[in-house]
Protein backbone atom coordinates (compact mmCIF):
# COMPACT_ATOMS: atom_id res chain seq x y z
CA UNK A 1 0.00 0.00 0.00
CA UNK A 2 1.06 3.74 -0.75
CA UNK A 3 -0.05 6.90 0.18
CA UNK A 4 1.00 9.88 -2.19
CA UNK A 5 0.79 12.89 0.44
CA UNK A 6 1.32 16.71 0.65
CA UNK A 7 0.64 17.17 -3.28
CA UNK A 8 -2.20 18.96 -5.26
CA UNK A 9 -4.67 16.68 -6.63
CA UNK A 10 -5.51 17.75 -10.48
CA UNK A 11 -8.18 16.18 -12.21
CA UNK A 12 -10.09 17.51 -15.24
CA UNK A 13 -12.95 18.88 -13.61
CA UNK A 14 -10.87 19.71 -10.42
CA UNK A 15 -8.27 20.58 -8.68
CA UNK A 16 -6.96 20.73 -4.76
CA UNK A 17 -4.68 19.47 -1.74
CA UNK A 18 -5.65 15.34 -1.29
CA UNK A 19 -3.88 12.55 -0.39
CA UNK A 20 -3.89 9.60 -2.79
CA UNK A 21 -4.30 5.99 -1.53
CA UNK A 22 -2.86 2.92 -3.78
CA UNK A 23 -3.41 -0.92 -3.22
CA UNK A 24 -2.56 -3.40 -5.65
CA UNK A 25 -1.62 -1.11 -8.57
CA UNK A 26 -5.48 0.90 -8.07
CA UNK A 27 -6.37 3.99 -6.72
CA UNK A 28 -8.34 3.00 -3.82
CA UNK A 29 -9.30 6.57 -1.87
CA UNK A 30 -8.83 10.12 -2.38
CA UNK A 31 -8.27 11.26 1.12
CA UNK A 32 -8.49 14.64 3.26
CA UNK A 33 -4.66 16.21 3.46
CA UNK A 34 -2.76 14.39 6.22
CA UNK A 35 -5.60 11.32 6.32
CA UNK A 36 -4.99 8.55 8.64
CA UNK A 37 -3.39 5.63 7.25
CA UNK A 38 -2.20 2.04 7.92
CA UNK A 39 1.62 2.76 9.67
CA UNK A 40 2.68 0.66 7.11
CA UNK A 41 1.97 2.22 4.38
CA UNK A 42 4.93 3.48 2.12
CA UNK A 43 4.70 7.09 1.56
CA UNK A 44 4.82 9.31 -1.52
CA UNK A 45 5.92 12.67 -0.89
CA UNK A 46 4.25 14.96 -2.97
CA UNK A 47 5.16 18.45 -0.77
CA UNK A 48 4.40 21.48 -3.60
CA UNK A 49 3.69 18.97 -6.34
CA UNK A 50 1.02 18.88 -8.77
CA UNK A 51 -0.32 15.43 -8.78
CA UNK A 52 -1.53 14.30 -12.38
CA UNK A 53 -3.27 11.17 -13.85
CA UNK A 54 -0.49 9.74 -16.30
CA UNK A 55 -0.53 11.38 -19.66
CA UNK A 56 -2.23 9.15 -21.93
CA UNK A 57 -0.62 9.68 -25.69
CA UNK A 58 -3.25 9.25 -28.34
CA UNK A 59 -0.88 9.28 -31.19
CA UNK A 60 2.08 7.47 -31.06
CA UNK A 61 4.01 5.04 -34.03
CA UNK A 62 6.37 2.84 -32.92
CA UNK A 63 9.07 0.65 -34.76
CA UNK A 64 6.85 2.63 -37.81
CA UNK A 65 7.43 1.68 -41.55
CA UNK A 66 6.89 3.75 -44.53
CA UNK A 67 8.41 3.56 -47.63
CA UNK A 68 12.24 2.45 -46.83
CA UNK A 69 12.59 3.97 -43.39
CA UNK A 70 11.57 2.14 -40.19
CA UNK A 71 11.13 4.77 -37.23
CA UNK A 72 13.95 3.68 -34.92
CA UNK A 73 12.56 2.65 -31.38
CA UNK A 74 11.16 -0.28 -29.51
CA UNK A 75 8.31 -0.60 -27.56
CA UNK A 76 10.72 -0.57 -24.71
CA UNK A 77 12.51 2.50 -25.87
CA UNK A 78 9.57 4.30 -26.72
CA UNK A 79 7.62 3.85 -23.49
CA UNK A 80 10.68 4.74 -21.33
CA UNK A 81 10.73 7.82 -23.15
CA UNK A 82 6.99 8.32 -22.63
CA UNK A 83 7.23 7.49 -18.49
CA UNK A 84 10.16 10.42 -18.59
CA UNK A 85 7.85 12.58 -19.78
CA UNK A 86 4.64 12.02 -17.77
CA UNK A 87 2.86 9.83 -20.38
CA UNK A 88 1.92 6.05 -18.76
CA UNK A 89 -0.50 4.85 -21.86
CA UNK A 90 0.47 5.09 -25.40
CA UNK A 91 -1.70 4.30 -28.44
CA UNK A 92 -0.22 3.23 -31.01
CA UNK A 93 -1.07 2.12 -34.60
CA UNK A 94 -0.91 -1.09 -36.80
CA UNK A 95 -0.47 0.07 -40.27
CA UNK A 96 -0.30 -2.57 -42.49
CA UNK A 97 2.33 -3.52 -45.11
CA UNK A 98 1.68 -3.87 -48.72
CA UNK A 99 0.09 -7.48 -48.71
CA UNK A 100 -0.72 -7.60 -45.34
CA UNK A 101 -4.15 -7.87 -43.70
CA UNK A 102 -5.31 -5.24 -40.94
CA UNK A 103 -5.85 -8.15 -38.52
CA UNK A 104 -2.34 -9.44 -38.89
CA UNK A 105 -0.55 -6.32 -38.63
CA UNK A 106 -2.78 -5.94 -35.66
CA UNK A 107 -1.36 -8.91 -33.72
CA UNK A 108 2.02 -8.70 -35.24
CA UNK A 109 1.70 -5.22 -33.21
CA UNK A 110 -0.41 -6.17 -30.32
CA UNK A 111 2.19 -8.49 -29.15
CA UNK A 112 4.77 -6.13 -28.43
CA UNK A 113 2.92 -4.53 -25.79
CA UNK A 114 4.97 -6.86 -22.80
CA UNK A 115 8.01 -5.25 -23.68
CA UNK A 116 6.82 -1.73 -22.56
CA UNK A 117 7.52 -0.27 -19.44
CA UNK A 118 3.93 1.27 -19.52
CA UNK A 119 0.77 -0.17 -21.16
CA UNK A 120 -0.75 0.19 -24.69
CA UNK A 121 -3.77 0.27 -27.05
CA UNK A 122 -3.83 0.26 -30.28
CA UNK A 123 -5.58 1.52 -33.56
CA UNK A 124 -6.07 -0.69 -36.18
CA UNK A 125 -6.10 0.67 -39.99
CA UNK A 126 -7.54 -0.12 -42.83
CA UNK A 127 -6.01 0.66 -46.66
CA UNK A 128 -8.52 -1.12 -49.02
CA UNK A 129 -11.75 -2.44 -48.27
CA UNK A 130 -12.65 -6.02 -49.62
CA UNK A 131 -14.90 -9.14 -48.68
CA UNK A 132 -13.16 -10.05 -45.30
CA UNK A 133 -12.62 -6.74 -43.60
CA UNK A 134 -16.05 -6.45 -42.14
CA UNK A 135 -15.10 -9.93 -40.42
CA UNK A 136 -11.59 -8.54 -39.47
CA UNK A 137 -12.93 -5.62 -38.15
CA UNK A 138 -15.50 -7.51 -36.03
CA UNK A 139 -12.27 -9.80 -34.80
CA UNK A 140 -9.94 -6.81 -33.79
CA UNK A 141 -12.92 -5.50 -31.67
CA UNK A 142 -13.90 -8.68 -29.77
CA UNK A 143 -9.67 -8.35 -28.80
CA UNK A 144 -10.93 -4.78 -27.36
CA UNK A 145 -9.42 -2.94 -30.72
CA UNK A 146 -12.02 -0.24 -31.86
CA UNK A 147 -10.22 2.72 -33.79
CA UNK A 148 -9.44 2.49 -37.49
CA UNK A 149 -6.37 4.70 -39.08
CA UNK A 150 -7.56 6.01 -42.00
CA UNK A 151 -5.79 7.97 -44.39
CA UNK A 152 -6.56 10.35 -47.36
CA UNK A 153 -3.32 11.14 -48.73
CA UNK A 154 -0.26 8.80 -49.47
CA UNK A 155 -2.22 7.34 -52.88
CA UNK A 156 -0.08 3.85 -53.85
CA UNK A 157 0.66 3.02 -50.06
CA UNK A 158 -1.77 3.89 -47.06
CA UNK A 159 -4.68 5.73 -48.54
CA UNK A 160 -8.48 4.42 -48.58
CA UNK A 161 -10.90 5.82 -51.01
CA UNK A 162 -14.31 7.18 -49.93
CA UNK A 163 -16.11 4.11 -50.78
CA UNK A 164 -13.27 2.23 -48.46
CA UNK A 165 -13.59 4.83 -45.58
CA UNK A 166 -17.50 4.92 -45.82
CA UNK A 167 -17.54 1.26 -45.41
CA UNK A 168 -15.26 1.38 -42.24
CA UNK A 169 -17.44 4.43 -40.78
CA UNK A 170 -20.35 1.77 -41.35
CA UNK A 171 -18.70 -0.96 -39.60
CA UNK A 172 -16.36 0.32 -36.75
CA UNK A 173 -20.01 2.58 -35.71
CA UNK A 174 -22.24 -1.02 -35.29
CA UNK A 175 -19.14 -2.66 -33.17
CA UNK A 176 -18.99 0.61 -30.80
CA UNK A 177 -16.07 1.98 -32.53
CA UNK A 178 -14.59 5.06 -34.57
CA UNK A 179 -12.37 6.05 -37.39
CA UNK A 180 -9.54 7.94 -36.92
CA UNK A 181 -8.88 9.71 -40.21
CA UNK A 182 -5.68 11.64 -41.32
CA UNK A 183 -6.84 14.54 -43.62
CA UNK A 184 -5.41 15.75 -46.72
CA UNK A 185 -6.75 15.87 -50.08
CA UNK A 186 -4.36 14.28 -52.20
CA UNK A 187 -5.07 15.84 -55.25
CA UNK A 188 -4.44 19.16 -53.81
CA UNK A 189 -1.34 17.97 -52.51
CA UNK A 190 0.49 15.95 -55.70
CA UNK A 191 -0.81 19.31 -57.80
CA UNK A 192 1.69 21.42 -55.28
CA UNK A 193 4.10 19.27 -55.02
CA UNK A 194 4.38 19.36 -59.04
CA UNK A 195 4.35 22.86 -59.25
CA UNK A 196 6.82 23.24 -56.16
CA UNK A 197 9.25 20.57 -57.99
CA UNK A 198 8.84 23.08 -60.84
CA UNK A 199 9.44 26.07 -59.52
CA UNK A 200 10.53 27.44 -56.17
CA UNK A 201 11.73 23.94 -54.76
CA UNK A 202 10.64 20.62 -53.55
CA UNK A 203 13.58 20.16 -50.54
CA UNK A 204 12.92 20.88 -47.27
CA UNK A 205 12.93 23.89 -47.53
CA UNK A 206 9.95 24.40 -49.36
CA UNK A 207 8.03 21.79 -46.99
CA UNK A 208 5.28 24.19 -46.79
CA UNK A 209 4.26 24.69 -50.45
CA UNK A 210 3.82 21.16 -50.78
CA UNK A 211 1.15 20.52 -48.65
CA UNK A 212 -1.02 23.49 -48.24
CA UNK A 213 -3.80 24.35 -45.35
CA UNK A 214 -6.71 23.91 -48.20
CA UNK A 215 -5.65 20.50 -48.36
CA UNK A 216 -6.52 19.66 -44.40
CA UNK A 217 -10.02 22.09 -44.81
CA UNK A 218 -10.66 20.01 -47.78
CA UNK A 219 -10.64 16.55 -46.93
CA UNK A 220 -11.78 17.54 -43.29
CA UNK A 221 -14.87 19.11 -45.37
CA UNK A 222 -15.19 15.75 -47.24
CA UNK A 223 -15.09 13.22 -44.91
CA UNK A 224 -17.38 15.20 -42.46
CA UNK A 225 -19.95 14.87 -44.82
CA UNK A 226 -19.30 10.77 -45.01
CA UNK A 227 -19.28 10.82 -41.56
CA UNK A 228 -22.96 12.50 -40.65
CA UNK A 229 -24.49 10.49 -44.14
CA UNK A 230 -24.08 7.74 -41.57
CA UNK A 231 -23.73 9.28 -38.00
CA UNK A 232 -20.88 7.82 -37.34
CA UNK A 233 -18.37 9.27 -35.14
CA UNK A 234 -14.97 10.40 -36.39
CA UNK A 235 -11.47 11.81 -34.79
CA UNK A 236 -9.39 14.20 -37.10
CA UNK A 237 -5.56 13.35 -35.97
CA UNK A 238 -3.36 16.51 -35.93
CA UNK A 239 -5.30 19.27 -37.59
CA UNK A 240 -3.20 21.79 -37.80
CA UNK A 241 -5.29 24.90 -38.64
CA UNK A 242 -7.88 26.57 -36.95
CA UNK A 243 -10.12 26.37 -39.97
CA UNK A 244 -9.72 22.81 -39.93
CA UNK A 245 -10.34 22.55 -36.12
CA UNK A 246 -13.47 25.07 -36.50
CA UNK A 247 -15.12 22.73 -39.54
CA UNK A 248 -15.12 19.66 -36.93
CA UNK A 249 -16.69 21.96 -34.53
CA UNK A 250 -19.80 23.40 -36.70
CA UNK A 251 -20.28 19.63 -36.94
CA UNK A 252 -20.50 19.00 -33.49
CA UNK A 253 -23.00 21.70 -32.67
CA UNK A 254 -25.14 19.55 -36.07
CA UNK A 255 -25.27 16.67 -33.53
CA UNK A 256 -22.40 14.64 -34.91
CA UNK A 257 -19.79 12.84 -32.31
CA UNK A 258 -16.51 14.63 -33.82
CA UNK A 259 -13.50 15.25 -32.25
CA UNK A 260 -10.45 17.16 -33.01
CA UNK A 261 -6.88 16.35 -31.76
CA UNK A 262 -3.96 18.71 -32.40
CA UNK A 263 -0.20 17.77 -31.59
CA UNK A 264 2.28 19.67 -29.40
CA UNK A 265 4.58 20.47 -32.20
CA UNK A 266 1.91 22.06 -34.57
CA UNK A 267 0.54 23.74 -30.87
CA UNK A 268 4.14 25.46 -29.97
CA UNK A 269 6.36 25.31 -33.62
CA UNK A 270 5.97 27.42 -36.48
CA UNK A 271 7.37 27.16 -40.24
CA UNK A 272 10.39 29.52 -39.73
CA UNK A 273 11.64 25.85 -38.41
CA UNK A 274 12.13 25.41 -42.40
CA UNK A 275 14.26 28.59 -42.78
CA UNK A 276 16.71 27.32 -40.53
CA UNK A 277 20.07 25.12 -40.87
CA UNK A 278 17.96 21.40 -40.48
CA UNK A 279 14.78 21.90 -42.61
CA UNK A 280 14.44 18.51 -42.61
CA UNK A 281 14.11 17.83 -39.12
CA UNK A 282 10.84 19.38 -39.19
CA UNK A 283 9.52 17.55 -42.18
CA UNK A 284 6.03 16.26 -40.73
CA UNK A 285 2.84 15.94 -42.00
CA UNK A 286 0.98 18.42 -41.95
CA UNK A 287 3.55 20.66 -42.15
CA UNK A 288 4.62 23.40 -39.70
CA UNK A 289 2.53 26.36 -40.28
CA UNK A 290 3.33 29.90 -39.99
CA UNK A 291 2.99 31.68 -36.89
CA UNK A 292 -0.21 33.28 -37.13
CA UNK A 293 -1.91 29.68 -37.55
CA UNK A 294 -0.59 28.32 -34.63
CA UNK A 295 -1.22 31.13 -32.59
CA UNK A 296 -5.15 30.61 -33.98
CA UNK A 297 -4.78 26.83 -33.47
CA UNK A 298 -3.69 27.67 -29.41
CA UNK A 299 -6.66 29.60 -28.83
CA UNK A 300 -8.66 26.70 -28.92
CA UNK A 301 -7.03 25.16 -26.40
CA UNK A 302 -8.86 27.57 -24.51
CA UNK A 303 -12.31 27.66 -26.50
CA UNK A 304 -12.66 23.33 -26.03
CA UNK A 305 -12.75 23.29 -29.73
CA UNK A 306 -9.94 20.72 -29.56
CA UNK A 307 -10.71 17.60 -27.90
CA UNK A 308 -7.30 15.71 -27.45
CA UNK A 309 -3.33 16.65 -27.29
CA UNK A 310 -0.75 13.86 -29.19
CA UNK A 311 2.61 13.49 -30.20
CA UNK A 312 2.47 12.37 -33.06
CA UNK A 313 5.61 10.49 -32.38
CA UNK A 314 7.86 9.10 -35.21
CA UNK A 315 11.15 8.33 -33.99
CA UNK A 316 13.65 8.83 -37.14
CA UNK A 317 17.16 10.05 -36.24
CA UNK A 318 18.65 12.94 -38.88
CA UNK A 319 20.50 10.56 -40.95
CA UNK A 320 17.37 9.46 -42.23
CA UNK A 321 15.95 12.72 -42.42
CA UNK A 322 18.75 13.87 -44.45
CA UNK A 323 18.77 10.66 -47.37
CA UNK A 324 16.29 12.81 -49.56
CA UNK A 325 15.96 16.18 -48.00
CA UNK A 326 16.56 17.14 -51.75
CA UNK A 327 12.88 15.92 -52.62
CA UNK A 328 10.12 16.14 -49.74
CA UNK A 329 8.02 13.75 -51.53
CA UNK A 330 10.64 10.89 -50.61
CA UNK A 331 11.48 11.72 -47.07
CA UNK A 332 10.37 10.09 -43.74
CA UNK A 333 7.56 12.16 -42.41
CA UNK A 334 7.02 13.13 -38.31
CA UNK A 335 9.15 14.02 -35.68
CA UNK A 336 9.54 12.23 -32.43
CA UNK A 337 7.79 13.69 -29.68
CA UNK A 338 6.59 11.55 -26.40
CA UNK A 339 8.46 12.62 -24.11
CA UNK A 340 8.73 16.26 -24.87
CA UNK A 341 4.56 16.54 -25.49
CA UNK A 342 3.48 17.12 -21.82
CA UNK A 343 6.34 19.63 -20.62
CA UNK A 344 6.05 21.20 -23.87
CA UNK A 345 2.42 22.33 -23.76
CA UNK A 346 2.31 22.72 -20.20
CA UNK A 347 5.60 25.16 -20.46
CA UNK A 348 3.60 27.42 -23.01
CA UNK A 349 0.41 27.30 -22.60
CA UNK A 350 0.06 26.39 -18.44
CA UNK A 351 3.20 28.92 -17.46
CA UNK A 352 2.96 30.55 -19.95
CA UNK A 353 -0.55 31.40 -21.21
CA UNK A 354 -2.85 30.34 -17.83
CA UNK A 355 -4.28 27.62 -19.52
CA UNK A 356 -5.61 25.60 -16.54
CA UNK A 357 -4.06 23.04 -15.36
CA UNK A 358 -7.19 21.01 -15.28
CA UNK A 359 -7.88 21.53 -18.83
CA UNK A 360 -3.95 20.94 -19.36
CA UNK A 361 -5.25 17.13 -17.59
CA UNK A 362 -8.38 17.24 -19.91
CA UNK A 363 -6.69 16.99 -23.26
CA UNK A 364 -3.59 15.12 -22.75
CA UNK A 365 -5.41 12.27 -20.20
CA UNK A 366 -8.71 11.91 -19.77
CA UNK A 367 -10.19 12.74 -23.04
CA UNK A 368 -7.48 10.70 -25.12
CA UNK A 369 -8.35 7.91 -22.45
CA UNK A 370 -12.12 8.81 -23.37
CA UNK A 371 -12.20 9.10 -27.30
CA UNK A 372 -10.57 5.63 -27.13
CA UNK A 373 -12.09 3.68 -24.46
CA UNK A 374 -9.70 3.38 -21.81
CA UNK A 375 -11.70 5.49 -19.70
CA UNK A 376 -12.34 5.50 -16.19
CA UNK A 377 -9.28 2.67 -16.25
CA UNK A 378 -7.13 5.67 -17.59
CA UNK A 379 -6.85 9.42 -17.26
CA UNK A 380 -8.22 10.08 -13.68
CA UNK A 381 -7.33 9.58 -10.31
CA UNK A 382 -10.58 8.67 -9.07
CA UNK A 383 -10.94 5.38 -6.75
CA UNK A 384 -10.71 2.05 -8.98
CA UNK A 385 -8.64 3.87 -12.06
CA UNK A 386 -5.06 2.20 -12.43
CA UNK A 387 -2.70 4.14 -9.89
CA UNK A 388 -0.53 5.47 -13.39
CA UNK A 389 0.16 8.85 -11.77
CA UNK A 390 2.82 11.78 -12.39
CA UNK A 391 3.95 14.24 -10.01
CA UNK A 392 5.18 17.74 -11.70
CA UNK A 393 7.11 20.18 -9.89
CA UNK A 394 5.31 22.93 -11.51
CA UNK A 395 7.84 25.98 -11.47
CA UNK A 396 11.21 23.97 -12.13
CA UNK A 397 13.06 25.53 -14.85
CA UNK A 398 15.03 23.67 -17.42
CA UNK A 399 16.18 23.71 -21.19
CA UNK A 400 15.20 21.27 -23.68
CA UNK A 401 18.48 19.01 -24.96
CA UNK A 402 19.06 15.92 -26.88
CA UNK A 403 21.50 14.66 -24.32
CA UNK A 404 19.20 14.53 -21.52
CA UNK A 405 15.91 12.95 -23.07
CA UNK A 406 15.65 9.50 -23.56
CA UNK A 407 13.55 8.67 -27.27
CA UNK A 408 15.77 6.93 -29.77
CA UNK A 409 17.42 9.58 -31.82
CA UNK A 410 20.11 11.70 -32.30
CA UNK A 411 17.71 15.37 -32.11
CA UNK A 412 14.79 16.76 -30.66
CA UNK A 413 12.58 19.57 -32.40
CA UNK A 414 12.50 21.29 -29.08
CA UNK A 415 16.11 21.57 -28.49
CA UNK A 416 17.46 24.84 -26.34
CA UNK A 417 13.76 25.35 -25.65
CA UNK A 418 13.24 26.69 -22.22
CA UNK A 419 10.61 25.58 -20.14
CA UNK A 420 9.05 25.70 -17.32
CA UNK A 421 7.51 22.61 -15.64
CA UNK A 422 8.20 19.18 -15.49
CA UNK A 423 7.52 15.38 -13.91
CA UNK A 424 9.97 13.95 -11.30
CA UNK A 425 8.20 11.46 -9.78
CA UNK A 426 5.97 8.89 -12.31
CA UNK A 427 4.02 6.16 -10.76
CA UNK A 428 2.56 3.63 -12.85
CA UNK A 429 0.35 0.33 -11.76
CA UNK A 430 1.83 1.87 -8.40
CA UNK A 431 4.95 1.38 -8.79
CA UNK A 432 7.40 4.24 -9.32
CA UNK A 433 8.88 4.36 -12.03
CA UNK A 434 10.76 7.51 -12.30
CA UNK A 435 11.95 9.00 -9.27
CA UNK A 436 13.31 12.38 -8.89
CA UNK A 437 13.90 12.30 -12.74
CA UNK A 438 16.47 9.07 -12.54
CA UNK A 439 14.80 6.15 -14.02
CA UNK A 440 14.72 3.65 -10.89
CA UNK A 441 12.61 0.60 -12.28
CA UNK A 442 13.11 -0.58 -15.93
CA UNK A 443 11.02 -4.12 -15.63
CA UNK A 444 9.32 -4.21 -18.52
CA UNK A 445 5.36 -4.96 -17.30
CA UNK A 446 3.31 -3.59 -20.45
CA UNK A 447 0.07 -4.69 -20.95
CA UNK A 448 -2.02 -4.45 -24.10
CA UNK A 449 -4.95 -2.89 -23.04
CA UNK A 450 -8.69 -3.65 -24.51
CA UNK A 451 -10.59 -0.74 -25.47
CA UNK A 452 -14.60 -0.72 -24.35
CA UNK A 453 -17.19 -0.14 -26.46
CA UNK A 454 -17.55 3.60 -26.91
CA UNK A 455 -20.55 5.42 -25.89
CA UNK A 456 -21.61 7.22 -28.67
CA UNK A 457 -24.38 9.31 -26.83
CA UNK A 458 -21.47 10.01 -24.14
CA UNK A 459 -19.06 10.78 -26.80
CA UNK A 460 -21.25 13.69 -28.31
CA UNK A 461 -20.79 14.84 -24.80
CA UNK A 462 -17.59 14.43 -24.71
CA UNK A 463 -16.85 16.15 -28.36
CA UNK A 464 -18.94 19.40 -26.93
Not at 22 to 50: W, Y
Not at 314 to 336: F, I, T
Not at 394 to 403: C, Q, S
Not at 410 to 427: A, C, E, H, N, S
Amino acid sequence: MKVIRGGTLVESDWSGPADLLIDSGTIVAVLAPGAAVDDAAEVVDATGMLVMPGGVDPHCHVGFTSGEFTSLDSYRECTTAAVFGGTTTIVDFAIPRPGQSPLDAAEQQRRKASDGLCDSALHACVVEWDDTTADQLATMARDGIRTVKMFTTYAGETMANEHTILKTMQTTRDLGGMVVIHCESDAIVTDSQTAAASSAGIDAAHMPTTRPEIAETAAVTAILAIAESQDAPVYFVHQSTAAAVELVADARTRGLAAFTESVAHHLVLDDSAYAGETPERFVCCPPLRSAEAVAGLGRHLFTGHITTIGSDHCCYDSAQKEVHSHDVRHMPNGLPGVETRLPVVFSRFVRDANLTASRFVELTATNPAKTNGLFPRKGTLMPGADADIALWDPDVEWTVDTEGLHMATDYTPYQGMRLRGKPMTVLVGGRVVVQDGELVDDTPRGRHLRADPLDFEHARRVAR
